[in-house]
């Protein structure tokens, strides 16, 4: 028989002419080598397989503490899977038992892109951007970090698959093609899945504006409290902004990237900037008094004396040269967040006064349907009358029907 053929695949090929065999009474066939090595190992691995999850699964609680949110990121473990077989298919490499250890190592790595998309959208909703915005902005500042860290983890591997190693190619092939899926699969499902699950857990900000300005603008619908407080439109909308934190801290954000453009513009001008040294220095010099002899020995007191110090003082205007292209720089990149930050409070400002829009006009076309409403009834109320006072008048007849 010709060579380059794995043992798994000859086993598929003579094992239904094996198990038509007729056998004598009391004797089996048993297959040993390979396919004995898989069925000892494959429950073994099964449980590795388990544990990896659980393990991955209670990690993941405890750095994101949301059942929700670890659960968006482990779909993308069976999002991974199509490409795993797509890439064994790929190279003609049998499912075996280094296929399922790097079946067991792509479980642990897809999750990373989901990590990094997850952790980045918190972190702009945490800056007060609505939840559909920081799902957007997720796949488009990460996709170069995911798919750079991707790529270089399949290309590291592709040397085992062209080895054609029956040992190392299965693995490799695995793991290179279920990652290269996965990267995109993660990218696309990852932000739309954390959209629709938290969309159901937390509101967007606008509509929690038009919520805490319905008591207000009841009060205009209701004549009963109309001379409590009246509200035009203007004066809503200004209101809503001034308690919005989104818009608040959006203001906050563009006044700072201001002041970051004053601080990087500032390494412009000359420098000026002043020191001082101090320094004491001693001449001492040796007097000796000669006091009266007690007995035979001398006595006499020594005394030190004579020291001076100096003060030193200087000023230096100094114009920085060499970093006036890196300082040009940073001040354009400090203006591009500026406007960047800018274009983000004018969104948030027109998100609440189309929410504020949304709410008064409603209320007016409310309050416009309830006086039709009421001129219906009251004109029904009057034929009825005018049909009452005809019945007496004998002018028509009261026909009942049952």
Same mark, same amino acid.
């Given at each position: 028989?010709?060579?380059?053929?794995?043992?798994?695949?000859?086993?598929?090929?003579?094992?239904?002419?094996?198990?038509?065999?007729?056998?004598?009474?009391?004797?089996?066939? @048993?297959?040993?080598?390979?396919?004995?090595?898989?069925?000892?190992?494959?429950?073994?691995?099964?449980? @590795?397989?388990?544990? &990896?999850?659980?393990?991955?699964? !209670?990690?993941?609680?405890?750095?994101?503490?949301?059942?929700?949110?670890?659960?968006?990121?482990?779909?993308?473990?069976?999002?991974?899977?199509?490409?795993?077989?797509?890439?064994?298919? #790929?190279?003609?490499?049998?499912? +075996? $038992?280094?296929?399922?250890?790097?079946?067991?190592?792509?479980? +642990?790595?897809?999750?990373?892109?989901?990590? !990094?998309?997850?952790?980045?959208?918190?972190?702009?909703?945490?800056?007060? /951007?609505?939840?559909?915005?920081?799902?957007?902005? @997720? +796949?488009?500042?990460?996709?170069?970090?995911?798919?750079?860290?991707?790529?270089? @983890?399949?290309?590291?591997?592709?040397?085992? !698959?062209?080895?054609?190693?029956?040992?190392?190619?299965?693995?490799?092939?695995?793991?290179?093609?279920?990652?290269?899926?996965?990267? $995109?699969?993660?990218?696309?499902?990852?932000?739309?899945?954390?959209?629709?699950?938290?969309?159901?857990?937390?509101?967007?900000? &606008?509509?929690?504006?038009?919520?805490?300005?319905?008591?207000?603008?009841?009060?205009?619908?209701?004549?009963?409290?109309?001379?409590?407080?009246?509200?035009?439109?203007?004066?809503?909308?200004?209101?809503?902004?001034?308690?919005?934190?989104?818009?608040?801290?959006?203001?906050?954000?563009?006044?700072?990237?201001?002041?970051?453009?004053?601080?990087? &513009?500032?390494?412009?001008?000359? /420098?000026?900037?002043?020191?001082?040294?101090?320094?004491?220095?001693?001449? &001492?010099?040796?007097?000796?008094?000669?006091?009266?002899?007690? +007995?035979?020995?001398?006595?006499?007191?020594?005394?030190?004396?004579?020291?001076?110090?100096?003060?030193?003082?200087?000023?230096?205007?100094?114009?920085?040269?060499?970093?006036?292209?890196? #300082?040009?720089?940073?001040?354009? #990149? *400090?203006?591009?967040?500026?406007?960047?930050?800018?274009?983000?409070?004018? %969104?948030?400002?027109?998100?609440?006064?189309?929410?504020? /829009?949304?709410?008064?006009?409603?209320?007016?076309?409310?309050? %416009?349907?309830?006086?039709?409403?009421?001129?219906?009834?009251? *004109?029904?109320?009057?034929?009825?009358?005018?049909?009452?006072?005809?019945?007496?008048?004998?002018?028509?007849?009261?026909?009942?029907?049952?």
């Amino acid at each position: 028989m010709d060579g380059g053929h794995y043992a798994s695949e000859l086993l598929d090929a003579v094992r239904p002419r094996i198990e038509a065999l007729p056998l004598p009474p009391g004797y089996r066939i @048993a297959y040993g080598g390979d396919k004995d090595n898989t069925d000892e190992t494959m429950p073994e691995m099964m449980t @590795a397989l388990g544990i &990896s999850l659980v393990a991955i699964f !209670i990690t993941l609680l405890i750095q994101f503490r949301r059942v929700s949110e670890v659960l968006i990121v482990m779909s993308s473990i069976p999002l991974a899977m199509p490409g795993a077989v797509l890439g064994l298919i #790929i190279t003609r490499n049998p499912f +075996g $038992f280094t296929a399922f250890m790097g079946l067991i190592s792509l479980c +642990g790595i897809v999750v990373r892109n989901a990590i !990094i998309l997850v952790d980045y959208i918190n972190e702009r909703m945490r800056e007060g /951007h609505p939840l559909e915005q920081a799902a957007t902005e @997720a +796949g488009e500042r990460r996709l170069r970090p995911i798919f750079l860290t991707t790529m270089a @983890a399949a290309a590291g591997v592709t040397p085992m !698959i062209l080895s054609k190693s029956s040992l190392w190619s299965p693995l490799a092939s695995v793991l290179a093609v279920g990652l290269t899926w996965s990267m $995109f699969m993660t990218l696309l499902v990852v932000p739309v899945l954390f959209v629709i699950v938290k969309s159901r857990e937390v509101k967007p900000s &606008s509509a929690a504006v038009a919520a805490m300005l319905v008591a207000g603008l009841i009060l205009v619908a209701n004549p009963a409290f109309a001379e409590t407080k009246r509200l035009t439109l203007p004066e809503a909308v200004e209101l809503a902004l001034k308690g919005n934190s989104v818009v608040k801290i959006a203001r906050f954000k563009v006044d700072e990237k201001g002041k970051k453009v004053v601080s990087t &513009s500032a390494d412009f001008f000359p /420098h000026l900037s002043n020191y001082t040294w101090y320094m004491g220095t001693s001449e &001492s010099q040796l007097v000796t008094i000669p006091l009266p002899n007690i +007995g035979t020995i001398p006595v006499g007191e020594n005394l030190n004396e004579g020291s001076s110090s100096f003060l030193i003082n200087g000023t230096v205007l100094s114009q920085p040269l060499t970093q006036l292209i890196k #300082i040009n720089e940073a001040t354009g #990149i *400090a203006k591009s967040d500026q406007r960047v930050a800018e274009a983000d409070a004018k %969104k948030a400002e027109d998100d609440v006064t189309l929410a504020v /829009h949304q709410l008064y006009y409603g209320l007016l076309v409310a309050q %416009k349907q309830k006086g039709a409403a009421a001129a219906g009834f009251e *004109a029904a109320q009057q034929n009825l009358r005018e049909t009452e006072n005809a019945v007496m008048a004998r002018n028509l007849l009261e026909v009942s029907r049952t």
